[in-house]
């Protein structure tokens, strides 16, 4: 009951009545009583049931205290203060408040209803309402009387403070009373409240109808208020208020026919709870705008009811932005906007909370699964990976496929059938494919071995220091690669020991190691491969150097002791070496012979030459037998048809000097025999071992180098058959019977030789790759003269050895030849090239006896 | 903690075996091996149709014909606090190391001394 204002407690002395009233209790009336005279049953008595929820029973704060705010604002109290909208001390003003309520009651004017705007700052808290209302209390009297309105900033949001000033249904200026004085109005009212309660319960439905006329009015002038704004466009407030005022006395006068006429106080209701609902809201401004007008409620004549429920709203909402800060509503904003991006907001928000919900969700569930995780580390998780694949990791995954191998099988031997069916004779590069490939996976898996093996070598180090836990990184962590000295190779070559495979020289035949292509020939492998041969090399130069040393060391021959000792010592490095060369050897049939493969590089030709007074004579023999009988696969013997090459190349001439170094070092120096095994015996022999295979023979007589061994051998067997001088001067001669060996041995070759002594010019060879007597010819002849040089003399030496009918018939196989060069010589200018023609020619030609002079000047023109 | 040690962790504890011929066998672990062949004892054998059931005493069960284990996870949680404890003396006593040691190789109680350590050695370097 408070809530009008009433003293609802039996008034008491003076010293209590200055409480506030809200602690005393609440008088009983007996509405029910027997005593009564039944009259409430006529009341009409609806819409009370939610009175106690709205009114609430226990103790009243001052929160919705409208009355008193109007008291104060009534009787203009020094407790108004525009500058301060929190008025914490509201207690003085209650008894204002109270008194002036009575005022208020007995003042019913409907046009106090106007609710001006007042500073929106201080709705936004419930508290404030107290002092909005205050603040709007004398806006209201202001309204009637326009010229004591202070501000007229036309926010008529503030609603609550017009529904304060209409639930007191506005009051004429009246002056705030003591509490004495109403208490004592009240005891003298008490007496007639029982009778007047019913009255006043009308009234207050009346008050309440009126409220609510004034509230439709209110909107109605709300929304032509809008309408207005909308129409003129003004941003400011003095004008908007300067424009409003004249037009209060027209609108009122508007309202007051529109009030009534529009719809019965049943349509009021429904709509103004509607319209209260946004006002409640409207107390708690910071809540949710969203509180869309109720369609349902606007029938028919609701159209207007609509409008106005939503210029309600888009008022509040203007309100609500003002409140947030903005200077002034934003009328430019239209209302069907703001209601979308209200919409979109609270979709926006609904969405938040259902994918947080979702989130959450997922996230518990995916916690409840994953409490386990992590007890295997990824550390832990990689060293079983690497495990699980150093088990699979194998050097050679066939080994165990039976398949595998069969297939394999198969295919050498169809290969090797193949071989032998198409490349009889030469079989050059027949394995070359396959065996490089072969390699190359071989040497892969290698690799990989190596790194598995590292690695289980490390773990297994790892176990072992493992066994004191105590002194574990002692000195610190030292495991890691960057200690080690070189930084992790990205590949790792294979470090083929020779030793091993000196000691293995079996496994070395089985095994296919060898790329190089050129060394295989035939269907046997190499003994060993290029870089074995040069492994060895160096070993038997480590010999060599051994002895030297040795030798420099040689002491004197009475020491005894010490001589037998470094004589051993001799020995056994010279066994070493001879071993070393594989002159014989188990590897004997090996294409190469692994000596023959010793002295393909230069480093074994000279070595070889060092070896000069190392190598017994026997051994210089049987590796002199050795270089005959393999002589074609001496690399000097092989390649030399790049001799025949006019064009001069790197290859070209690091043929020549592996040549060059071929005779001088292995068979001049290397191999040179002592006197007396120097025989003619010897040369014969070999010589005779060069003839024994003809065609062999012939493919090396027609190289540079093979002949050149030939004249070596047969320079020295003619030196020796025409007997050499003794160191007395005396003749030595050579034994009879091998004069006639070599006589017979001289004339065999000799027939040989018939045949391919033109062929034997690499001139000719060359030649016969131009026209004849062209131009070009005779341009490279001049080069090819000097290839040919070592074939004149041989001729010529070889001419010496020959009689007269062997002489004649020489000379009629190379008349051709003869010619031929003197006729270019003729065709040549005077110079050297000239020179050297005819100094060719007339070493064979002096040998018969003959000159080319006698030609020359016999023909000056020598006929083609 | 690698599985081998975990396995050795649940010695003594109830387990249960799938085979990879679909037969399960749940009972206590008695002893384990490098190989994961198991002794069991109180074991409850069942087919693989899930319609035939056996009790034995004890069981040997060879590690190749191991599908999967299951254990309580009650010794997943002791394994994994060991394993905090672990990682916490680790940081402590080589604070000034870099991570790369890896703490936490805790897992598996008391017998974890020499293969918590080898498995220390072996990813040293992380």
């Known amino acids: 009951m408070s809530f009008f204002g009433f003293e609802t407690s039996v008034p008491r002395d003076d010293k209590d009545s200055k409480q506030a009233y809200a602690e005393e209790d609440i008088a009983v009336y007996t509405w029910g009583d027997a005593s009564y005279d039944a009259l409430g049953s006529a009341l009409e008595e609806t819409g009370d049931d939610l009175n106690d929820e709205t009114f609430g029973g226990g103790p009243v704060g001052k929160d919705f205290d409208f009355s008193g705010a109007t008291n104060a604002a009534l009787t203009n109290q020094p407790n108004v203060q525009p500058s301060k909208p929190y008025q914490s001390d509201l207690a003085p003003k209650t008894q204002q408040n109270t008194s002036s309520t009575n005022d208020l009651w007995k003042n019913v004017d409907p046009s106090s209803a106007f609710s001006k705007q007042v500073p929106t700052e201080h709705i936004t808290n419930p508290v404030h309402q107290t002092s909005a209302a205050q603040r709007t209390a004398p806006s209201v009297f202001a309204q009637i009387n326009p010229s004591v309105n202070p501000q007229a900033d036309y926010n008529i949001t503030n609603l609550s403070s017009a529904t304060a000033a209409l639930s007191l249904d506005g009051h004429n200026e009246a002056r705030p009373r003591t509490m004495a004085e109403i208490e004592a109005e009240m005891h003298a009212a008490l007496r007639e409240q029982q009778q007047q309660q019913l009255i006043s319960q009308q009234r207050e439905r009346e008050r309440m109808q009126i409220e609510q006329q004034l509230l439709m009015q209110q909107q109605q002038r709300m929304m032509e208020e809008e309408q207005l704004r909308m129409e003129m466009e003004k941003r400011r407030l003095y004008e908007q208020q300067a424009l409003q005022d004249p037009l209060w006395a027209i609108r009122q006068a508007m309202m007051q026919e529109n009030g009534m006429s529009v719809q019965g106080p049943s349509d009021l209701r429904p709509s103004l709870s509607a319209n209260v609902s946004p006002m409640t809201q409207n107390r708690h401004p910071m809540s949710q705008i969203p509180h869309q007008p109720h369609p349902p409620h606007n029938h028919g004549a609701g159209n207007q009811q609509a409008l106005v429920n939503e210029l309600l709203l888009h008022h509040q909402r203007q309100q609500m932005l003002e409140q947030q800060g903005h200077p002034r509503p934003n009328y430019d904003i239209s209302i069907e906007s703001q209601d979308a991006m209200a919409a979109d907001a609270r979709r926006r928000m609904q969405e938040a909370e259902m994918m947080e919900a979702r989130h959450r969700r997922r996230m518990a569930k995916i916690q409840s699964m994953a409490r386990y995780n992590d007890i295997m580390t990824q550390s832990d998780k990689d060293f079983i990976t690497r495990v699980q694949v150093a088990q699979l990791v194998t050097s050679d995954p066939y080994a165990d496929d039976f398949y595998a191998q069969v297939y394999a099988s198969i295919r050498q031997q169809r290969i090797a059938s193949e071989n032998q069916v198409l490349k009889g004779a030469p079989r050059q590069g027949g394995q070359r494919g396959p065996h490089r490939r072969e390699n190359a996976i071989q040497r892969m898996q290698a690799h990989v071995e190596r790194i598995v093996s590292h690695m289980k070598s490390r773990e297994q180090s790892k176990e072992a220091s493992s066994h004191n836990p105590g002194l574990q990184n002692v000195l610190g962590k030292t495991s890691g690669r960057s200690y080690k000295a070189a930084p992790r190779q990205l590949l790792q070559v294979a470090t083929a020991s020779p030793d091993s495979r000196a000691h293995h020289p079996v496994k070395e035949h089985d095994s296919v190691k060898s790329l190089d292509s050129h060394v295989h020939h035939g269907d046997l492998p190499p003994p060993f491969s290029p870089t074995e041969g040069l492994m060895i090399i160096e070993r038997l130069f480590n010999n060599i150097l051994e002895i030297e040393q040795l030798r420099r060391n040689k002491p004197l021959a009475e020491d005894e002791a010490r001589m037998s000792t470094w004589k051993q010592s001799l020995d056994e490095l010279l066994d070493t070496i001879w071993q070393g060369l594989r002159v014989v050897g188990p590897l004997y049939e090996t294409n190469p012979h692994p000596f023959i493969a010793l002295i393909a590089p230069m480093k074994g030709k000279r070595f070889i030459g060092r070896l000069g007074r190392d190598l017994t004579d026997e051994q210089k023999l049987m590796t002199l037998g050795v270089i005959v009988n393999r002589i074609e696969q001496l690399d000097v013997i092989r390649g030399a048809a790049i001799l025949d090459s006019v064009e001069d190349s790197p290859a070209r001439r690091m043929f020549e000097r592996q040549a060059g170094a071929f005779q001088e070092n292995v068979i001049n120096q290397g191999l040179h025999l002592s006197p007396s095994a120097r025989t003619l015996k010897t040369y014969t022999a070999l010589i005779e071992l060069m003839i024994e295979n003809l065609s062999t023979f012939s493919r090396v007589v027609i190289t540079r180098p093979g002949l050149t061994l030939l004249e070596h051998f047969f320079a020295e067997a003619s030196l020796l058959k025409h007997g050499l001088q003794g160191p007395e001067g005396e003749h030595i001669a050579a034994p009879a019977e091998d004069v006639a060996k070599w006589s017979n041995l001289y004339d065999r070759v000799f027939e040989h030789l018939l045949p391919l002594w033109n062929i034997m010019f690499p001139s000719t060879r060359i030649l016969a790759a131009f026209p004849p007597n062209s131009l070009e010819a005779v341009q490279v002849s001049v080069v090819t003269d000097g290839f040919d040089l070592h074939v004149w003399r041989f001729l010529a030496g070889f001419a010496l050895e020959g009689t007269l009918e062997q002489h004649s018939r020489l000379v009629t196989q190379l008349r051709a030849k003869v010619m031929g060069t003197l006729r270019m010589a003729q065709a040549l200018e005077e110079g050297k090239a000239k020179a050297r023609k005819i100094r060719n020619v007339d070493l064979f030609l002096n040998a018969l006896g003959l000159s080319s002079t006698q030609i020359l000047e016999a023909t000056p023109q020598i006929p083609i | ?126």
């Not at chain 2, 649940?10 to 387990?15: E, H, L, R, Y």
């Not at chain 2, 994961?36 to 319609?51: F, K």
């Not at chain 2, 005493?57 to 014909?65: A, D, H, L, M, P």
């Not at chain 2, 284990?69 to 003396?89: G, I, N, W, Y």
Request: with cysteine; hydrophobic share 30%.
């Open chain 2, 1 to 126: 903690m690698l599985p081998s040690s975990l396995l050795k962790a649940a010695q003594g504890k109830p387990m249960m075996v799938e085979l990879k011929n679909g037969e399960s066998f749940n009972g206590h672990l008695i002893d384990c091996d490098a190989f994961m062949n198991i002794t069991l004892r109180e074991v409850y054998q069942t087919a693989a149709d899930s319609d035939r059931f056996w009790k034995l005493k004890e069981v040997y069960i060879r590690g190749s014909t191991i599908k999967y284990l299951q254990v309580q996870p009650a010794l997943l949680d002791a394994v994994k606090e060991e394993q905090q404890k672990a990682r916490e003396a680790n940081r402590g006593s080589s604070g000034g190391q870099r991570g790369g040691r890896g703490g936490g190789r805790g897992g598996g109680p008391a017998r974890g001394g020499r293969v918590m350590t080898r498995g220390n050695r072996g990813r040293g370097r992380g």
